[in-house]
T-cell receptor, first 115, second 115 residues
């Protein structure tokens, strides 16, 4: 059982380049999230999805786009990378109907550097 | 928006001793969940312990326990019998079932266990 898998684990981009981060989960979770982690700021929510075909903005959505065409996949896109997007990106998924307490499961993170 | 505050950027503790990490949060809701996550150098986000706001009893997981003070909106983590493997960044997080299960994180506390 792989859980939540992020691709790639590391990436270096030049300013203005584009890229897509892929998140895949095999737990049949409805909810998926993209967070970014910056020093001294914890994790902040970029975008999220409450089900296949849905997306919503989080706390820091500017410069990012997302898509959830399949329930198990959640893609995060950077159309024109900027140095301010240098960060560690985490994908998470969550179930909603099982158990008394919801729990988020995280991928292993992607370290992105924009030069 | 919910805010989570961790006022201790760094903590150091001798092996086998006890350390307590503080966390406060702000919400007007009554039904919520609180979590402590551990992030070792591997970058993986590991759930340490969780607390449902409707439960008065403090959660305990082996050497980890919390002191949940709902009226004071405080959620501290105690690590007993500290081990070298406890060295990590620890994040306090808040979740609302009514807010799409999104997590709000504190800035984190770096814990170093000294041999």
């Amino acid at each position: 059982n792989a859980g939540v898998t992020q691709t790639p684990k590391f990436r270096v981009l030049k300013t203005g380049q584009s890229m897509t981060l892929l998140c895949a989960q095999d737990m049949n979770h409805e909810y998926m999230y993209w967070y970014r982690q910056d020093p001294g700021m914890g994790l902040r929510l970029i975008h999220y999805s409450v089900g296949e075909g849905t997306t919503a903005k989080g706390e820091v959505p500017d410069g990012y786009n997302v898509s959830r065409l399949k329930k198990q996949n959640f893609l995060l896109g950077l159309e024109s990378a900027a140095p301010s997007q240098t960060s560690v990106y985490f994908c998470a998924s969550s179930y909603t109907n099982r158990g008394p307490t919801p729990e988020a499961f995280f991928g292993q993170g992607t370290r992105l550097t924009v030069v | 928006a919910q805010t989570v505050t961790q006022s201790q950027p760094e903590m150091s503790v001798q092996e086998a001793e006890t350390v307590t990490l503080s966390c406060t949060y702000d919400t007007s809701e009554n039904n919520y969940y609180l979590f402590w996550y551990k992030q070792p150098p591997s970058r993986q986000m590991i759930l340490v312990i969780r607390q449902e706001a409707y439960k008065q009893q403090n959660a305990t997981e082996n050497r980890f326990s919390v002191n949940f003070q709902k009226a004071a909106k405080s959620f501290s983590l105690k690590i007993s019998d500290s081990q070298l493997g406890d060295t990590a960044m620890y994040f306090c997080a808040f979740m609302l079932r009514s807010n799409d299960y999104k997590l709000s994180f504190g800035a984190g506390t770096t814990v170093t266990v000294r041999a």
